[in-house]
């Protein structure tokens, strides 16, 4: 039997109304498995065949181009605006 990671919580109908929360580890069949995650309940698994044209790609995946990374230009501090005073504004003539 092989297991898959639950995406998406669901009841499962084979088992008795079992519940799988996020994240937990359903084990079942591998046409079970790949049913519920055509449903969108548990990942899929990409499978790939490992041939030498694959192990050739991933070493050259593991070169790290050189970057070079500049600093971004420095930013002048905005003007402090007036800060808005909080509470009933005052009108002529009011003295409350």
Not at 8 to 26: C, I, N, P, W
Not at 69 to 74: H, I, L, N
Request: hydrophobic share 25%.
């Amino acid at each position: 039997m092989a297991e898959r990671k639950v995406i998406k919580a669901f009841r499962d109908r084979t088992s008795d109304g079992q519940r799988f929360h996020v994240g937990e580890l359903y084990e079942g069949d591998q046409e079970r498995l790949d049913e519920l995650s055509a449903l969108g309940f548990l990942e899929t698994v990409e499978e790939k065949p490992d041939s030498d044209d694959d192990k050739q790609q991933d070493k050259e995946s593991e070169k790290v181009p050189e970057v070079i990374v500049e600093a971004p230009p420095e930013q002048a501090p905005e003007e402090e605006k007036p800060k808005a005073k909080r509470g009933r504004q005052k009108k002529d003539g009011d003295d409350a």
